[in-house]
């Protein structure tokens, strides 16, 4: 089993980070009913014999002792990662994944790339080493920041730079959210734009994500609950927003459930390298066949169902409906329209209780209505059948 | 004569099991009309064909499992232990971490080389472990990285190291709609390189099966174990012990020489297509009785108009006139020449069965007498609850249209360069691609003017 490493990097960066720790705890919760350290949770934590102190050795089988998460945390200014420190998650985190400063990058992309990334290099080089070393075969780095700040995208992209230099063959993901039209920092075009070009040369594949498109989601979501229609046949716990029991509580931090989002994304992509399935797909599969020419590494997400029904046998309109929505511009995380333009390569990711046939009628209807482009066009299908404790979790997305 | 099994990627390891498993059952399966004594041969013969048994009195599979990551064969293993009558030998399988990503180059030019003595390891203590060797079997599938390059690349090294074995390459197509997007980039590399080191290509496609299950078995969720228990049901029809087409009374000796050498009279046909009557859900097997020469008249025509089961076949389509072949090409014609055809019969009464039908030379082409071209191993002892099936191996031009769709598509991806640099990335260049692609026009133009 291969292990995956996040790299969270910069406010946004932890933020999602933070959420998509929690959710993958969850998940493991969920499935894990004996507590035993399996592969699963070996791809993204560490067990860790806490007894001996806090440096404990890893520990391979055998009961969960302590768990760590392989992860880096990155951020300029303290703020963040102290909360995060003094939160529910905090002894997942090693002390010594840290590296924080004090006074911020200031929307600067200068400041985070150039003078904190001289500034920093050695010790992030350092960490990330450690954090190798605990792995047994490591197969890819999740970087996870924001287009628009200083940090995110300066230090972010020096980062992506660094793992290109010190570790070739590991595969490098970047999941970076872009600004939205009313975002609040004067300079984020600049930082983007500068941003953009490290992506477009170091990464092997980036999600893209915007913030409106999650504002959109959320929004709609709520709409569904609030006009009632849902009724009882949702499980509210189980909306990919949410991640605590009553979606009607409020949330206390405003980007908690857009972030929520993202998490259950980055969960689902990694789902097949971590669980069992009748066809798998491992992250360099997807790299492999979503990347046609090296240079368009751009991959529009989108993720069906929102919520989840406490019905556990899905009925085949459903899923049909689930198909279609997947390839909708509402359900997906970005703003664009492939639909009236050109998929290159399409890949879905189908999790619970669907078989091959299902696929494969979907994929001939959507096949119908799309034109053919000069590529030939392949759509690809993997997914896990994994049966989650909590029922039937059906959440696929063409990627 | 035993066989190896060799299990290649996911496919391969998933079917594999299955495969096992059906040989299994059939083997503890009631005997229909023959004799206890000839009964009890079957056994035996099969037994050693495909087993080896422990002291203990377990049978262990004769087979090596291969996959470059630790999940399928994990699963595969518990699987079998789980069911007992059957399992893996603990020290036959090979598994790395990572995968090898759909990537053909990787499999083939990356895995191959550096696990190149392991594998082969295995490989030769279970060859020695068999008092004779009969050959080997290699299951794979065309679309992945593992079973595709992995495979191609073992092949060679099994044709470099046993240059007088037989091996029959189990190939998987993928299907139309598509599993991986560079499926047909994989394939086309796998079936080229394939060609010059193994014996006959066996192919099951997967779109046929689908089909199968969903018109002929009544499944209505298909899965993929649904569509691995058809292939492997099909696999064991044709491998299971059988009289060899002289008569006499004992099992045949070497199933894969004879097939080999009944089907690939020339190295440039080697691709061979398998059907299998009847194919029926369990709950109507009580209620259906068969005879013989339906079976056989069904087969018949299922061969000549290319058809995939026994449901929709064209009995339009006949036999063309002896004489001189008109002109146009073969493959437009709806009509299949052989080259050769193998067919495997079970049941009761099968020694008085006609099978002139079969002997036709105008199946058949012009440079082969029906007598080389048509073979028959038959066996009085039922198979897998079915009380009289019949398979049929053809080298014929089954395979024709899904090769050249395929050649086709992959050209059309190939024209715009897409996806070339992953398998540069890994040493297959283009160069090795139009290679590729030469091959299997020659084949395609073969078969076509049969």
Known sequence: MTQSVVVQVGQCGNQVGCRFWDLALREHAAVNKKGIYDEALSSFFRNVDTRSGAVGPDIYKGKICSLKARALLIDMEEGVVNEILQGPLRDVFDSKQLITDVSGSGNNWAVGHKLYGYQYREDIVEKLRKTAEHCDCLQCFFIIHSMGGGTGSGLGTFVLNLLEDEFPEVYRFVTSVYPSGEDDVITSPYNSVLAMKELNEHADCVLPIENESLCDIVNKINQMINSGKLGSTVKQNSLVTSSTANAKTLQEKPFDAMNNIVANLLLNLTSSARFEGSLNMDLNEISMNLVPFPRLHYLVSSLTPLYTLADVNVPSRRLDQMFSDAFSRDHQLIQADPKHSLYLACALLVRGNVQVSDLRRNIERSSETTSDPDISRGIQFIWDPIQRAQGCAPASEPV | ?450
């Open chain 2, 1 to 450: 004569m035993s066989i190896v099994t060799v299990q290649l990627g996911q496919c391969g390891n998933q079917v594999g099991h299955e495969v096992f498993s059906c040989l299994c059952r059939d083997l503890h399966g009631p005997h229909g009309l023959s004799s206890s004594r000839d009964s009890q041969s079957y056994r035996d013969a099969c037994r050693e064909r495909f087993f080896w048994e422990q002291q203990s009195g377990g049978l262990v599979a004769r087979a090596v499992l291969v996959d470059m990551e630790p999940k399928v064969i994990s699963q595969t293993l518990s699987m079998a232990a789980r069911a007992g009558s059957w399992r893996y030998s603990h020290h036959s399988h090979f598994c790395q971490k990572q995968g090898s990503g759909n990537n053909w180059a990787n499999g083939y030019s990356v895995h191959g080389p550096r696990h190149k003595e392991a594998i082969m390891d295995l490989v030769q203590r279970e060859a020695e472990r068999c008092d004779r060797l009969g050959g080997f079997l290699t299951l794979m599938s065309m679309a992945g990285g593992t079973g595709s390059g992995l495979g191609a690349f073992v092949t060679q090294c099994l044709r470099d190291a046993f240059p007088s074995s037989f091996i029959l390459n189990h190939v998987i197509w993928p299907y139309g709609t598509g599993e991986v997007i560079v499926q047909n980039y994989n394939s086309v590399l796998t079936l080229s390189h394939l060609y010059k080191s193994s014996d006959a290509l066996l192919v099951h496609e997967n779109d046929v099966i689908h089909k199968i299950c969903a018109q002929l078995l009544n499944i209505k969720q298909i899965s993929f174990r649904d569509v691995n228990q058809v292939i492997a049901h099909q696999l064991g029809s044709v491998f299971q012990p059988t009289h060899p087409a002289e008569g006499g009374s004992d099992y045949s000796r070497n199933p894969l020489g004879d097939l080999v050498e009944g089907l690939v009279p020339h190295p440039e046909f080697k691709v061979l297509a398998l059907r299998n009557i009847p194919q029926m859900p369990e709950n109507c097997l009580a209620f259906s009785t068969f005879s013989w020469p339906g079976l056989l008249k069904h087969l018949r025509q299922m061969l000549i108009a290319r058809a995939h089961m026994e449901e929709g076949i064209d009995w339009q389509v006949r036999a063309p006139p002896p004489g001189p072949s008109s002109c146009g090409h073969s493959s437009d014609k709806p009509f299949n020449t052989s080259i050769a055809n193998l067919l495997i019969l079970r049941g009761k009464d099968v020694h008085s069965v006609a099978l002139g039908s079969f002997q036709d030379p105008s199946l058949y082409t012009s440079w082969l007498s029906p007598q080389d071209a048509f073979h028959a191993w038959k066996t009085p002892r039922a198979f897998n609850k079915y009380e009289k099936s019949a398979a049929l191996v053809s080298n014929s031009q089954f395979l024709l249209k899904p090769l050249d769709s395929i050649v086709g598509k992959a050209w059309n991806m190939f024209a715009s360069k897409a996806y070339i640099h992953q398998y540069t990335k890994f040493g297959i260049e283009e160069e090795d691609f139009l290679d590729s692609f030469t091959t299997l026009e020659q084949v395609i133009s073969s078969y076509t003017t049969l």
